[in-house]
C-alpha cells in the first residue's frame, strides 16, 4: 500500500511565514536572553508575535484558533519552530501544553474543552501533567501509581505526591494521574483528574534544580482537602516539579 507523506498546499502557505517569524522574530529574542527565558512578559509578546503571523497552535483545531494539522503537518512546521530553542513557545507548541491539548481534543468533554482546552490553546493559560512520584511510585508506569483518588461526599480526595512536573510554575490547571483502585503494581485503576490552580488542597513545597535552563520553573508541593474534577478515564513548562497532593 502506498503511503502519502506530501503534507499538502495549507502547510505549503504554512511554512515560509513560520520560517520568517523564527529568524526574524523569535532567534533575536533567544540570543538577547542566550536561550534562557524565566519572563511571562517575554513568552506573551512571543505568543503574540505567532498570532499577527497566523502561525499560531497549528495543531488544533480551528475552532480553538489553530490549523488543524495532520501528523505530516506538523512535521513541517514544527521542524520550523525547532530551530530555535523558544520556538515552540512562541507557537505554543511546547510541552507539555502541545500534548494536553492533544489529549483534551481527543477525550475532554463539550464543557472541559471549553473550561481548558480553549484557554490553552489560545495562549490565555499554561498547564502541566503530574504523574511522576518519587519511588517506588510511578515513573512511566501507570501500574506503580501510589497517589490515591479517593470517594468522598461530594466528589474524589487525591492523596499523593508528585515530582519532576514540567511546566507546574505558572500552569492555569494540572492533569493528575492518581489511583481509583487496586494497589501500587496492579493494573487497572489509573485516572486522569483535573485540578485548577488555585485549588487550596495543592502546596508547593520546593523547586527542584535541572541541567536545562531554559524551561520556566519546577516545583514540589503538598496540600490539604479541595474538589478537582474529573477528566475521562486512561487511556480514554517548562520546567520540573515536585508535588505532593492532598486535594479534595
Known sequence: MTVDLFPGPVVAELADPGARIIRETVLPVEDRHRGVVHSEAVRVD??????????FA???AAEYGGHGLDMRGRTVVFEE??????GPLALNIAAPDRGNMHLLEAVATPEQKE?????????????????TEPAPGAGSD???????????????RIDGRKWFITGADG???TIVMARTSGEPGERGGATMFFVDADNPGTKTVR?????????????QSSSSPARPRRTSPAP?????AECPVTVR
Open 81 to 86: 519552530a525547532g530551530y530555535s530553542l523558544l
Open 46 to 55: 512571543l505568543q503574540c508575535a505567532a498570532k499577527e503571523a497566523g502561525f
Open 58 to 60: 497549528p495543531h488544533v
Open 142 to 156: 501507570p501500574a506503580a501509581l501510589a497517589t490515591r483518588a479517593e470517594r468522598v461526599p461530594g466528589g474524589r
Open 236 to 240: 480514554p513548562s517548562p520546567s520540573t
Open 115 to 131: 473550561r481548558y482546552l480553549r484557554p490553552l490553546a489560545t495562549g490565555e493559560i499554561q498547564s502541566c501533567f503530574a504523574m
Open 171 to 173: 500552569a492555569g490547571f
Open 207 to 219: 523547586h527542584i534544580g535541572t541541567l536545562d535552563e531554559n524551561l520556566f520553573g519546577g516545583r
